[in-house]
């Protein structure tokens, strides 16, 4: 069973940064693409970023230029640096195996990042 733990969300202004990790509990991390996924309320979770096996990366185009996404294989953990936030970004995020359009893993408990003034 592999475990998913996401962190370092928080409350932000407008314009701050926030730095999100997420450990994977499983043997060999480095086999799998990884993807950021947020939902807000009342909306359908969606695809953030997204990095490959061999580290190259996608983005939404709502946080291209914002957000970074990379990988630590020995640690077996994904990150996520989120600068310039705005309102809108605020959901819970969660990170996940990306499989083509679906994920691979159960989802963990996600890591709540909210904008406001």
């Known amino acids: 069973q592999v475990q998913l733990m996401e962190s370092g969300g928080g409350l932000v202004q407008p314009g701050g940064s926030l730095r999100l990790s997420c450990v994977v509990s499983?043997?060999?991390?480095?086999?799998?693409?990884l993807g950021w996924y947020r939902q807000a309320p009342g909306k359908q979770r969606e695809l953030v970023a997204a990095?490959?096996?061999?580290?190259?990366?996608n983005y939404a185009d709502s946080v291209k230029g914002r957000f970074t996404i990379s990988r630590d294989n020995a640690k077996k953990t994904v990150y996520l640096q989120m600068n310039s936030l705005k309102p809108e970004d605020t959901a819970v995020y969660y990170c996940?195996?990306?499989?083509?359009?679906?994920?691979?893993?159960?989802w963990g408990q996600g890591t709540q990042v909210t904008v406001s003034s």
């Open positions: 499983i043997k060999i991390f480095s086999f799998y693409e």
């Open positions: 990095v490959t096996t061999s580290d190259s990366t």
């Open positions: 996940n195996a990306k499989i083509g359009a679906t994920t691979r893993w159960d």
